[in-house]
């Protein structure tokens, strides 16, 4: 009876500590949550501000958008004017050309011949008029075909700036719009991530609120155990009259072996005993035991002699073995793909006891191990080489 007694005790201070571990991982995982949710909040604002600046630079490529017709509207305008003078240019250079032929069939004789051809000095006179307004027509003649091609050359000029403009409004518009779209896909990419955590951070914290539920379940019942065993203990007297509760007897078993144990499975230890500050959040976790990194399938043996005292599914650690060495000593071995003994077995030190797996496995396949001296964790790198 005082086994019984004892064994429920530790069991119970186990499950106790356990429930204050799950209660603590709650706590942090609420922490997590209500960052996440503040990260999220931000992000999202940060995306409201980026969609009120895209419409505005909306509202300014639309601006452009006028500008630019506005451009190519002068543009349209300016080759016309450009036609037309070319055009008058072209008539100015054929009268220009009549003209020169006419004077060149003429000669120099051509005004002797118009002077000794009048036949008074008025006619004379008036062919002298008409002469001088002959040349004053051929000089304006000249003067418009100069005019009209400096003006032509203006109006290229006016073109080529415009054509240049032009190209940057478009240039401009473009590279506005790259770089808003560009901003705008990464913070939404970053706030699907953080919804995502914040999914993930939900979940988990539901799955530690059920486990929570279920180890206190366990206490109560424990506790329900533990008072009847210590009643029924109390009742029944000792052969020799003693009271029946008698203080734990040293243990000179598994207590004997610290730094002498190996480890339950070859592998890489990925997360240590205590705890561990997370890298985004800025918060700290604990852990009870040790995470092995190892091939599936992989033997997991018990450290030390002792016996099965709970072999099967436990939600957060999965396929789980819980083996009682004496003394008040416990090791547990969690995560497994297959488990090989039952509650109940004797199982001897490196005896196989189960398979590594990934069964509700943070990171894939691997062994969660821990070592437990009347019900509080101890570290198990102190009691393993």
């Not at 070319?86 to 054929?94: C, I, L, T």
């Not at 001088?132 to 050359?153: G, T």
């Not at 401009?172 to 779209?181: F, L, S, V, Y």
Request: charged share 30%; proline share 3%.
């Amino acid at each position: 009876m005082l086994v019984v007694l004892l064994a429920a005790a530790a069991a119970d201070a186990d499950v106790r500590d356990q429930l204050q571990g799950v209660k603590k991982e709650i706590k942090e995982k609420k922490q997590l949550l209500k960052k996440t949710t503040k990260v999220e909040q931000q992000v999202s604002g940060e995306l409201q501000a980026i969609d009120r600046n895209l419409k505005q630079k909306e509202a300014q490529f639309a601006s452009l958008a006028r500008e630019l017709q506005g451009v190519e509207r002068t543009i349209s305008k300016t080759e016309t004017e450009i036609n037309t003078v070319r055009n008058e240019v072209e008539q100015k250079k054929h009268e220009i050309e009549r003209r020169l032929v006419a004077v060149y069939k003429a000669g120099e004789i051509g005004n002797v011949r118009v002077f000794y051809s009048s036949e008074s000095f008025p006619q004379m006179v008036e062919n002298l008029r008409y002469m001088r307004s002959v040349i004053e027509n051929d000089r304006k003649l000249f003067a418009d075909y100069n005019k009209k091609i400096e003006e032509l050359s203006k109006l290229k000029v006016v073109l080529e700036n415009d054509a240049n403009r032009k190209e940057r409004l478009k240039v401009g518009i473009e590279q506005k719009k790259q770089e808003i779209t560009g901003e705008k896909n990464k913070k939404a990419a970053y706030l699907v991530k953080v919804r995502q955590d914040k999914q993930a951070h939900l979940a988990s914290l539901r799955e530690l609120q059920v486990n929570a539920g279920r180890l206190q379940a366990m206490v109560r019942k424990l506790e329900a155990m533990s008072r009847k065993s210590y009643t029924s203990a109390a009742r029944k007297p000792s052969a020799k009259g003693m009271s029946p509760v008698m203080p734990p007897i040293a243990d000179k078993g598994f207590g004997a072996q610290r730094g002498r144990l190996s480890l339950p499975v070859s592998g890489k230890i990925v997360s240590g005993f205590g705890r561990h500050k997370h890298p985004e959040f800025n918060s700290y976790t604990v852990s009870n035991g040790v995470s092995i990194a190892a091939p599936s399938g992989a033997d997991i043996k018990a450290v030390y002699e002792g016996k099965v005292i709970f072999a099967n599914y436990f939600k957060g650690y999965g396929n789980m073995v819980i083996v009682d060495h004496g003394g008040g000593f416990f090791s547990l071995y969690a995560h497994a793909s297959r488990i090989a003994k039952r509650v109940g077995a004797e199982v001897a030190r490196n005896e196989t006891i189960a398979s590594v797996g990934d069964v509700d496995s943070p990171r894939g396949d691997m062994l969660y191990f821990e070592i437990r001296y009347q019900g509080r964790p101890v570290d198990p790198a102190s009691w393993c080489r």
